[in-house]
């Protein structure tokens, strides 16, 4: 309506209204200006560009909140961590079995309730400090006295009574209960002498210049621009090849596909199969089919309950008999949807430990595996009594067998199995609903038990105790999702026996015909359907850099692992070409930008101040 | 929607005062003749100002003084950031999911570690208490502290605001400069071969997602010429201040501009196209052309800056609107700004986070569209007599 009141007012002077123009627009430039320096905060310091050929560069977009080992508990810091402090013992690169680390050797008492760790002597933090076994001690201690310093690893000394060091080349671990799983895994061990001189260590965000053992550390932490990490001449192993490691933020996995085509990084991971595909044959580009550390599967409500065994959520009861669990898993095509879905990029699973750890790993050929068989399935339903309706959906009492697949929409391979899986249940009798929803709608209904089918996924640790551990019945948690943390909701007098057994046994292999034993009874009761371990899809620049070491060694993943092999054993490709230190393409545009904006800038300005001349 | 261009309503042209200085309302209105997508731009920054707008419906009658016109507006904005400040606080918490669960979601975390994150994130007190802490951290400034950076939201977004300034300011000044420029000539030329090519390609680039357009050009420019940065502000190690540095930031700056202007360009090109078609069968200018003025003078000195009047307000309503709309563009090509910091936060879900910075956007939305209200009562000297 504005253009309606304007009368004959035509007078209103073009010079002022061009005056107000310039001022705005100074105005916007000043403010962008100001806002920009604000934005960059004196870091004069860093002039100097990094000597690029020895600088391997990964691109990543995952939270940090600190890097403060303590206390973080992001994908992010975590890995970082494992490059920066070495632990009492590390997971080796071959298939993640325990390995010396901080300590050269270790022995338990005959029921594993003391552990004794031999420190390997002559050890020196990054500043030159000697590293002893009281740094082992002090670090151990912090945890399980404050409480502040167990946000990130509080439940790995949960089970410790008291950690002491004799001497400065032995550390004594004293358990409350025995465990057979070694208790020196996973836990940083920090610089007693930095550390303890932090006023505040559980507010401590550690992020730039830390002291440590690993290969690696944190030189410096720019939010949501860089994370870059230099080699430590002190590391036991000796000296990395790489000078530094910088990581580079990219917000869109899309983004860093084409950041690697163009060099801008050389390393990247968590590719879809779509763009892993995309990428082969990019020039200097190598891809990584990495097996990984990973399951996916479909989660069945078994008719979740607390851990005193009180039901909540509204699972369809037909899923309480396990027999109806049993055919949902006959009536699916796994190996299909491995191929399919994953396209190829998946291992063939078993049960909920991935095939990565073949010591622990449910062996394909146990007898409890049973294959896709529609007319088994079938057969389970009829004998379960739900017998088939004209419609073809079974019904029982006049309740027909409808079932809710909760998915998550935004993840197109979850999306695809429900197509997959509605006519397959469809075959067998069983009217599946596909309910594809947000993630945080997904997790808050699983929490509370609201769904008869739910796509799930972990990553499993090295040793299997820990997610051996959440399928037990004292680790289900109440509707509101506290009091511990479960797979599935299921709970199983055997399998929990058969827990306790292994968590105790101190005979390797005694300890893995148990946990063989307890993954079969979770088959057999069905409470989840493993799918595939996916593979983490991952590529890096083969004109720079060689030499990245996999876990396993044998096709395994360079990124994630539990340990520092990937990194630190690379090497930039020895003839290297003198790319020249001058600017690409991208700097000539900028130049030729400015150029234009200073140029058009000034001539239009020039061109209004004659106009206005003129008209006076 | 439905203006034509000869008013069906004379009655509106005595009262100056209604619409007038009411962008909030109805700014699409000069733009409807057919030219339904530019229509709807501004409709949607008025949905993102609806409230000052129910509030505007009672706009005074013609005479109110200056003062009465200024507070009237500023209450109306003061309602609306209430009304932000309370949503800010309720909407968050209804979105589904336990934060602390899917932090520790497939992590190894004892319910003892759950309850201790619980506590230091002040999830563990009643509703009714943390909206109390909320609204007073609001009035003293703090807007809490960020689950995921463990800082201070408010020191946050101060940190992030510069990047994204630079981002949209570019892109605002590129994008008014050329969508006017381009739209008094469409205008000038109806119906030529540019009119058509100038408004049909603003209109495509329109209705072309932010984001589809982003990663094309990323995929052209970016991977494949290797001409320009996949993303980011600076590359790291340099110092912004050298020559070698600027010249990085504006190399890494090009993209996203490109995208945010392509976008939105549209909105200030067919908002001048019909303002100034408007002038342009009004006698003022035969009688210039009478005076012998040459055409380029007649529109320049004559139909644009009358024409430019309605657009100013709309401009500034778009202002605010861009910086909004820098969420997706940040996104995409990963520049560290407040768009950036709220995509992150809805991953997270960091609900303080989310909350300052829905709070931050809000106020920037409705503050310039007081300034909006404001500068149209001093750009057109007969709202300010009225």
């Given at each position: 309506m504005n253009h309606r009141t304007r009368r004959k007012t035509k007078m209103l002077t073009s010079h002022s209204m061009r005056r107000g123009w310039q001022r705005c627009l100074a105005g916007v430039a000043?403010?962008?200006?100001?806002?920009?320096?604000?934005?960059s905060p004196a870091q004069a310091a860093t002039s100097e560009a990094p000597a690029s050929e020895n600088v391997l560069r990964i691109a990543t977009d995952g939270f940090i909140d600190s890097f403060n080992p303590f206390t973080s508990f992001y994908l992010v810091p975590t890995n970082t961590f494992r490059y920066m402090y070495e632990n009492l013992v590390a997971n080796d690169a071959e298939d993640g079995s325990v390995t010396e680390g901080l300590a050269t050797e270790w022995n338990t008492d005959s029921e594993g309730k003391v552990w004794t760790y031999t420190i390997r002597p002559d050890m020196k933090w990054s500043d030159g400090e000697p590293l002893t076994a009281d740094d082992v001690a002090w670090t151990y201690n912090q945890m399980m006295e404050k409480e502040e310093m167990a946000v990130a690893n509080g439940s790995l000394v949960e089970n410790f009574d008291k950690v002491e060091a004799p001497d400065d080349g032995t550390v004594k671990i004293t358990l409350k209960k025995p465990q057979a799983n070694n208790p020196g895994q996973e836990i940083p061990v920090v610089p007693e002498h930095v550390w303890s001189e932090v006023d505040k260590p559980g507010e401590f965000k550690n992020d730039e210049k830390s002291v440590g053992s690993g290969p690696f550390q944190l030189e410096s932490y720019e939010a949501n621009k860089s994370i870059t990490l230099k080699a430590n001449p002190n590391f036991w192993r000796g000296k990395p090849k790489l000078d530094e490691i910088q990581y580079r933020y990219y917000t869109n996995s899309d983004a860093q596909v084409q950041a690697i085509r163009s060099g801008e990084v050389d390393f990247i991971t968590g590719l879809t199969p779509d763009q892993f595909t995309a990428l082969e044959g990019a020039d200097d580009v190598e891809l990584n089919d990495g097996h990984g550390r990973r399951f996916n599967g479909i989660s069945i409500n078994p008719g979740v309950a607390d851990a005193e065994g009180k039901e909540f959520g509204t699972g369809h009861e037909a899923l309480e008999d396990k027999k109806v669990r049993q055919a949902i898993r006959a009536g699916i095509d796994t190996e299909t949807l491995r191929k399919q879905v994953m396209q190829d990029y998946a291992q063939p699973a078993t049960s909920f430990i991935p095939a990565v750890y073949p010591n622990w790993a449910l062996n394909p050929d146990d007898p409890v595996i049973s294959g896709f068989d529609v007319d088994e399935a079938k057969k389970l339903l009829d004998d379960a009594g739900w017998k088939e309706g004209s419609d073809g959906i079974r019904e029982k009492d006049g309740e027909k067998l409808q079932l809710r697949f909760l998915t998550d929409a935004d993840i197109p391979t979850e999306q695809s199995t429900a197509k997959f899986l509605k006519p397959w249940m469809k075959d067998i009798g069983i009217d599946l609903k596909n309910e594809s929803t947000d993630a945080d709608t997904e997790s808050e209904r699983t929490t509370k038990g609201d769904y008869d089918m739910y796509f799930s996924g972990w990553s499993i640790n090295p040793d299997p105790d820990y997610q051996l551990s959440i399928n037990t019945c004292g680790q289900r948690p109440d509707a509101e999702g506290n009091g511990g943390t479960t797979q599935d909701g299921w709970c199983n007098e055997e399998y929990d026996k058969l827990y306790q057994a292994q968590h105790v046994e101190l005979d390797q292999a005694k300890r893995q015909d148990l946990v063989q034993q307890a993954l079969a009874i979770h088959y057999e009761e069905a409470p989840s359907v493993t799918l595939w371990y996916p593979n983490q899809l991952e590529a890096f620049r083969s004109d720079r850099f060689e030499n990245f070491t996999k876990q396993p060694t044998d096709g395994g993943a360079i990124a994630n692992q539990v340990g520092y092999w990937g990194y630190s054993s690379v090497e930039p490709v020895s003839d290297e070409e003198a790319t020249g230190g001058g600017m690409g393409a991208g700097g000539w545009i900028g130049i030729a930008a400015a150029v234009i904006v200073v140029l058009?800038?000034?001539?239009?300005?020039?061109?209004?101040?004659?106009?206005?001349?003129?008209?006076? | 929607m439905s203006t034509p261009t000869h008013d069906p309503h004379p009655e509106d042209r005595r009262t100056p005062g209604t619409g007038s200085a009411n962008p909030g309302t109805d700014p699409a209105d000069p733009t409807s003749p057919g030219s339904d997508p530019a229509g709807q731009g501004p409709a949607s920054a008025r949905d993102s100002a609806d409230a000052p707008g129910a509030v505007d419906a009672d706009e005074p009658p013609a005479g109110g003084s200056f003062a009465r016109y200024f507070l009237r507006k500023l209450g109306g904005a003061a309602t609306s950031m209430i009304l932000v400040i309370v949503l800010g606080f309720f909407a968050f918490r209804m979105l589904p999911g336990d934060p602390v669960l899917k932090i520790a979601k497939e992590r190894p975390m004892s319910p003892a570690q759950i309850a201790e994150l619980?506590?230091?994130?002040?999830?563990?007190?009643?509703?009714?208490?943390?909206?109390?802490?909320?609204l007073v951290g609001i009035v003293t400034g703090d807007l809490g502290e960020s689950y995921v950076y463990r800082k201070s939201v408010s020191a946050l977004i101060g940190e992030y605001l510069g990047p994204t300034l630079l981002l949209t300011g570019t892109a605002a000044v590129?994008?008014?400069?050329?969508?006017?420029?381009?739209?008094?000539i469409s205008a000038w030329r109806r119906n030529s071969l540019f009119d058509k090519l100038a408004s049909s390609t603003s209109l495509i680039f329109w209705s072309v997602p932010t984001f589809w357009l982003g990663l094309i050009l990323l995929m052209i420019f970016g991977g494949t010429l290797q001409w320009l940065p996949t993303g980011g502000m600076i590359t790291p190690g340099l110092d912004p201040w050298s020559f070698a540095g600027i010249i990085d930031v504006i190399t890494h700056l090009i993209l996203p501009v490109v995208s945010l202007v392509a976008v939105v360009y549209a909105q200030f090109l067919m908002i001048m196209r019909a303002s100034l078609l408007e002038e342009m069968n009004e006698d003022y200018l035969t009688t210039a052309r009478a005076k012998g003025l040459t055409e380029d003078e007649v529109r320049r000195k004559h139909a644009v800056p009358n024409a430019l009047l309605p657009t100013v307000t709309v401009v500034f309503l778009h202002i605010g609107g861009l910086?909004?709309?820098?969420?997706?563009v940040e996104a995409v090509f990963s520049w560290p700004g407040l768009g950036k910091l709220t995509f992150e936060a809805i991953r997270g879900p960091d609900l303080p986070l989310l909350q300052g910075t829905f709070v931050v956007f809000s106020?920037?939305?409705?503050?310039?569209?007081?300034?909006?209200?404001?500068?149209?009562?001093?750009?057109?000297p007969r709202v300010r007599r009225a």
């Open positions: 000043a403010l962008a200006l100001a806002g920009s320096m604000a934005a058009g800038g000034g001539g239009w300005l020039l061109s209004r101040r004659k106009k206005s001349d003129d008209r006076e | 619980r506590s230091q994130y002040g999830l563990d007190k009643p509703v009714i208490v943390q909206f109390w802490d909320y590129i994008a008014i400069v050329l969508g006017l420029w381009l739209g008094q910086i909004a709309g820098a969420v997706t106020a920037i939305i409705i503050v310039m569209n007081l300034a909006a209200d404001i500068v149209y009562r001093f750009l057109d």
